[in-house]
């Protein structure tokens, strides 16, 4: 009977039997290979690893979201981002609803863009695994990479706990200090990134999460946006109740990869405290996009969340994930490159008005053939995190007309994704799609992590078209009927309704001279004091050359009638100036800390501080991925006495870093004299045409009529009261 029994037993699969006796709860083991047919006593399966197929989405895929992904020679590269696991090994299109457990991505998935396929097909994908050291799990992170050192570079985020029995959760006590990571697509390597040279980066680089970044091809640059870190970003915050308690992050923090530094060099961008009487920040949950209008473009900055109520950057800020409101979309805040200066300008809507204020966007910026207009893409978002009720619009922000127009919508919902426009093809990677009710559902997706949209039909095709990647996208009819021109361009509307500031059109319009300039804002941390000064490459200083052009005799003699003329013309309007300034301070509400703004600040004639070198390209013909509140002249003033800020004024500290720094003596100036980038600093201006030189100019007064928080014409302001008591488990909530 035995022996019976034994042969019985050995026409049984065993991997089947194992399975049967011994299946796990959460987790769906694949089986152990076996080819023995002799019973023996059997042994639970090994629960899979971080780098096992069962958690890997390129086979096995259900939903992924809160990740991070970037395009880099062909490809695009996913990390990170919490997922759906499906059940019994499946994938979308065979999961049933609920048959998933809650994970987490642990390896760099990539999608190749070489050939044609559709969004329901797997074989474009592919998995590297990391190494045990490497940053698996993070979600709200960023992906940068640079084609100058063919390397992407992972930062910012925090480890995800979407479920404490994935392989790739962290306790609190094994999450790791923050470190930029980078990985070097041709050897396919991960290591840190150890050789960056830091510039008014503080004590300490922080790990932004829910940060708006982008990057910048055409300077191999990119940029990551304020943001904040929380309990699982670092374990300098251990003790911070989870997802409850924050520490925002002031600043715009960039790296430079280009072959004009001798070594990638990292710097933080200070931010304005205020702009249009409003607190500027700090911000979170937004998207940026880099705009090659003229040498060195600009970044414009959508979307997102800020706290309703002052709030202090670099101290831990108790139930801060409750009370933040959505930005209007009414504005745009733009940080130009060229000069360093921050500003703010309104939109306009067409015959869709405009949109209401939205987080977790993702945006791309697509530039006509000519570059006669550059159209901004925003998709879906959440309109209220109360109850995840969100939207799945694609709105285009055209520039430099500022105009909203809505060129796709439907039904459904979606937040946590992320885009990138390849020629023709725009691809939404990822995303929780969520109830018509709010919430996210409880299934898989329909297709693989890539949805495609065609710029040519304007709609949903899940066709990628590898040879529509290699032209540039049209402009959408619906712009070009606004702004003049078709599909490849030739726009001649080529301004908004009004300028909220009339500097910006020398900015947009390149064939323009840029006069002198005097931004009102006063920068959150003033402190730096870094002479990076470019030369022309003969080691003479800028400054100097522009001396050389204009200091003969007639160029002498013209500058001298021009001061003339000048001086009678502040003459005449000294006056009006005077009751304008006056009538602007009483209704602009300052910082508590700070006193009013002054129109009359002197130039301090020390060195420029420029963090941009040299650039060669103007613009990009091609998809590219990826602020302010100054004046220009109502009136003429001339330098007067500097503004020196009380001691206590303004303590905020530097991007990343939890120290405070007082600010001390604020001196606006024309001439570029706000330090580069970081405290204080205005930003880089890059070195070459910059009108700023090294000699005084005159500053300018006058105000121009801004939308700030609170004085909105057009739209309402999205509040959005956040709850707390999250439950282990849970997948994190936005502020």
């Known amino acids: 009977?035995?022996?019976?029994?034994?042969?019985?037993?050995?026409?049984?699969?065993?991997?089947?039997?194992?399975?049967?006796?011994?299946?796990?709860?959460?987790?769906?083991?694949?089986?152990?290979?076996?080819?023995?047919?002799?019973?023996?006593?059997?042994?639970?399966?090994?629960?899979?690893?971080?780098?096992?197929?069962?958690?890997?989405?390129?086979?096995?895929?259900?939903?992924?979201?809160?990740?991070?992904?970037?395009?880099?020679?062909?490809?695009?590269?996913?990390?990170?981002?919490?997922?759906?696991?499906?059940?019994?090994?499946?994938?979308?299109?065979?999961?049933?609803?609920?048959e998933f457990i809650k994970g987490m991505n642990n390896n760099l998935i990539v999608l190749d863009l070489s050939t044609n396929f559709t969004n329901q097909d797997t074989f474009p994908y592919h998995a590297i695994h990391k190494g045990p050291d490497v940053p698996s799990s993070l979600i709200e992170h960023t992906l940068w990479y640079s084609a100058a050192t063919r390397k992407i570079y992972q930062l910012g985020g925090w480890f995800s706990f979407n479920n404490v029995n994935d392989p790739g959760y962290k306790n609190e006590s094994n999450i790791p200090e923050f470190s930029i990571w980078e990985f070097d697509i041709d050897a396919q390597t991960w290591s840190v990134a150890s050789d960056f040279v830091d510039i008014d980066t503080g004590n300490k680089i922080d790990r932004p999460g829910a940060a708006a970044n982008c990057v910048a091809p055409s300077l191999n640059m990119s940029f990551i946006f304020e943001g904040y870190v929380q309990q699982r970003s670092d374990h300098d915050y251990i003790n911070f109740t989870k997802s409850v308690d924050f520490k925002f992050l002031e600043g715009m923090l960039s790296l430079d990869t280009s072959t004009r530094v001798k070594?990638?060099?990292?710097?933080?961008?200070?931010?304005?405290?205020?702009?249009?009487?409003?607190?500027?920040?700090?911000?979170?949950?937004?998207?940026?996009?880099?705009?090659?209008i003229g040498k060195y473009g600009v970044i414009v900055q959508i979307g997102g969340q800020m706290t309703m109520?002052?709030?202090?950057?670099?101290?831990?800020?108790?139930?801060?994930?409750?009370?933040?409101?959505?930005?209007?979309?009414?504005?745009?805040?733009?940080y130009d490159i060229e000069s360093g200066y921050w500003f703010r300008q309104d939109t306009f809507g067409l015959t869709d008005g405009i949109p209401s204020g939205r987080s977790d966007i993702c945006t791309v910026m697509i530039p006509a053939n000519d570059s006669s207009s550059f159209n901004i893409y925003m998709v879906a978002g959440v309109e209220t995190y109360q109850t995840y009720l969100t939207t799945e619009e694609i709105w285009v922000l055209t520039l430099p007309t500022f105009q909203w127009t809505l060129v796709h919508s439907r039904s459904d919902g979606m937040y946590g994704h992320t885009c990138h426009a390849v020629g023709e093809n725009l691809l939404m990677i990822g995303g929780m799609k969520t109830q018509s009710t709010g919430g996210d559902v409880a299934s898989c997706s329909e297709h693989m992590p890539a949805e495609i949209f065609s710029l040519v039909t304007g709609n949903y095709t899940g066709i990628f078209d590898a040879a529509g990647a290699k032209r540039l996208a049209p402009v959408p009819t619906k712009v070009f009927k606004a702004i003049g021109g078709d599909g490849s361009g030739g726009a001649y509307i080529k301004s908004p309704k009004a300028w909220s500031d009339l500097y910006l059109q020398y900015i947009f319009d390149p064939t323009l001279t840029r006069p002198p300039y005097t931004p009102l804002y006063v920068l959150a941390n003033t402190t730096n004091t870094n002479d990076t000064t470019p030369a022309d490459g003969t080691g003479t200083p800028k400054s100097v050359i522009i001396g050389a052009a204009v200091g003969g005799t007639v160029g002498g003699l013209l500058l001298a009638a021009l001061l003339v003329i000048l001086f009678l013309i502040y003459r005449k309007k000294k006056a009006a100036a005077a009751t304008e300034e006056a009538n602007r301070q009483s209704i602009a509400t300052r910082h508590s800390e700070l006193p009013a703004y002054t129109s009359e600040v002197k130039y301090d004639p020390g060195p420029q501080h420029h963090g941009v070198p040299s650039l060669s390209v103007s613009q990009v013909n091609g998809p590219a991925e990826l602020m302010s509140y100054g004046h220009y002249p109502d009136s003429i003033v001339p330098n007067s006495e500097p503004y020196s800020a009380p001691s206590d004024a303004g303590n905020s500290p530097r991007f990343g870093t939890g120290e405070l720094y007082a600010a001390s003596e604020i001196t606006s100036s024309a001439a570029g004299a706000p330090s580069v980038l970081g405290h204080g600093s205005a930003s880089p201006p890059p070195p070459e045409g910059n009108s700023r030189g090294g000699s005084p100019e005159i500053g300018y007064g006058g105000i121009s009529p801004q939308s700030g928080f609170g004085e909105l014409n057009r739209g309402e302001m999205a509040r959005d009261f956040r709850v707390s008591g999250i439950q282990e488990g849970e997948e994190e909530r936005r502020s």
């Open 1 to 98: 009977m035995i022996h019976v029994t034994r042969w019985l037993l050995s026409l049984l699969p065993t991997v089947g039997l194992c399975q049967a006796l011994f299946k796990p709860e959460e987790r769906q083991a694949p089986p152990p290979s076996t080819t023995s047919s002799v019973f023996v006593a059997p042994t639970a399966v090994a629960a899979p690893d971080i780098n096992s197929s069962y958690y890997d989405i390129s086979q096995h895929f259900c939903r992924i979201y809160r990740h991070a992904s970037v395009f880099a020679d062909g490809k695009i590269y996913i990390d990170g981002g919490n997922t759906y696991v499906p059940r019994n090994n499946g994938s979308f299109n065979d999961t049933p609803t609920g």
């Open 263 to 292: 070594t990638p060099t990292l710097t933080n961008i200070s931010v304005p405290l205020q702009m249009g009487g409003k607190d500027f920040g700090p911000r979170m949950n937004g998207a940026m996009v880099h705009v090659p």
């Open 309 to 334: 109520s002052s709030t202090q950057y670099g101290v831990r800020i108790p139930n801060a994930n409750q009370g933040n409101t959505n930005i209007p979309l009414s504005f745009v805040d733009i």
